[in-house]
């Protein structure tokens, strides 16, 4: 539990806040001239009443923006605190040719397609949303055959394709960046202690690959099991061997209880975290990790954190309450379309155009999304220290390569 087109066309003039100070949304697109990882929450059990469509803001290009409002629990509490950052977005956009087809689907597989289908019968030219990968298919399925893309905000890349985009953070960003940092700095033999759960596989392939591509090596690699008083046997192994001299680096990318838990038998355990460093990822943005002395001097993988508690702090003057991590990539969306729209004319959602190597900048920094519909997010790594993320490492200006 995203700067936008800053094409030759067009380029923001000396605006204010906090279009020019906060939205700052030169999205770079340079041949035209991207907690943190989370996985998908998932839908309520039950939902109720799907509600009506609604639209936002009047302009000529019609956007379909999917998402599960009528969730049960906290899944509509996401979804209205998406929908809310969306009319943020429109709103500091300024002259924003747009209008947001606002669809329910109730977080189930038939009210995304019945959603998708309303919103390309209204003639929405893109799709945002939604944020489930039960849910992306069914929308990128009906989207595709109509050749219009979808900007999604699921976590599963099973569900990334051509023409269906995910603007979500994914594990395997983090993994990259944490791991690649790590051997920077002469780590190589590491140790990992992963969740027994969907995220923790795809962290596990990801972490494997990773430190094989830059010449590590793993010396012990355990998965626990969600129940922590089940923790101690999986987490003593990979103490015994760190505490051998083999293991420079222990990663453990989970959130704050698993990774505290872990962190108290690795100490128990006699590990000495000024020799071993510790690692995780994009979930570790999160007070109860600041506040975890075990944790201090720990290494994650993240967003350069300014822009998200910018952004935080104009949602909550404006709706009165904080917004969910997630909410910045509704944003993101839609004033990415937003700034399409104004620079890129009939071509403004061609894959040409979003799959543009140099990549656009957001709330949560730079990021470009791949041709298979995964996309790639300019990091920072950061240091835990008790006031919060410290960054011992900046996202890159820039990306190098294609990207594919």
Do not use: H
């Not at 803001?57 to 209205?80: D, H, M, Y």
């Not at 355990?222 to 103490?239: I, T």
């Amino acid at each position: 539990m995203l700067r936008y087109l800053q094409a030759r066309s067009w380029r923001p003039a000396r605006l204010s806040s906090p279009w020019f100070a906060a939205v700052a949304l030169a999205i770079l697109l340079g041949g035209c001239s991207g907690g943190f990882s989370v996985g998908d929450l998932l839908p309520g059990s039950s939902a109720g009443p799907s509600q009506p469509g609604s639209s936002i803001g009047e302009g000529q290009v019609k956007v379909g923006l999917i998402l599960p409002l009528s969730g049960s629990g906290s899944t509509g509490v996401v979804a209205q605190s998406m929908r809310n950052a969306a009319d943020m977005a429109l709103a500091e956009f300024p002259g924003a040719d747009i209008q947001l087809l606002v669809k329910d689907d109730g977080g189930s597989a038939p009210g995304a397609q019945q959603a998708a289908q309303q919103a390309l019968d209204e003639g929405a030219e893109i799709i945002l949303g939604p944020p489930f990968g039960l849910t992306v298919g069914p929308v990128g399925q009906l989207a595709r055959s109509r050749n219009v893309p979808v900007i999604a905000f699921s976590t599963d890349t099973n569900v990334a394709a051509r023409g269906v985009y995910l603007l979500s953070f994914l594990p395997e960003s983090d993994v990259d960046r944490i791991v690649g940092y790590a051997v920077s700095q002469n780590r190589r033999s590491f140790a990992a202690l992963i969740p027994d759960n969907a995220y923790g596989s795809v962290v596990e392939a990801a972490f494997k690959q990773q430190v094989a591509r830059r010449g590590g090596r793993i010396v012990a690699l355990e998965r626990f099991p969600l129940d922590k008083s089940q923790m101690q046997g999986p987490v003593r192994n990979v103490a015994t061997a760190a505490g051998s001299g083999r293991v420079d680096a222990i990663f453990i990318p989970d959130g704050a209880d698993g990774a505290g838990t872990a962190m108290q038998t690795l100490i128990a355990s006699g590990i000495d975290t000024k020799r071993v460093q510790i690692l995780g990822t994009g979930l570790w943005e999160d007070p109860q990790i600041f506040n975890n002395p075990q944790l201090e001097g720990a290494w994650y993988a993240g967003p350069e954190p300014t822009g998200f508690r910018n952004f935080s702090a104009r949602y909550k003057s404006r709706y009165g309450n904080d917004p969910v991590r997630t909410a910045s990539l509704a944003y993101d969306a839609v004033a990415l379309v937003a700034a399409l729209v104004k620079t890129q004319g009939q071509q403004r959602f061609s894959e040409a155009v979003l799959t543009n190597s140099s990549g656009f900048t957001g709330i949560d920094g730079l990021f470009r999304f791949r041709p298979d519909g995964t996309n790639q997010r300019g990091l920072a790594v950061l240091r835990v220290t008790s006031t919060g993320g410290q960054i011992i490492s900046p996202p890159p200006k820039a990306f190098g390569g294609s990207g594919t």
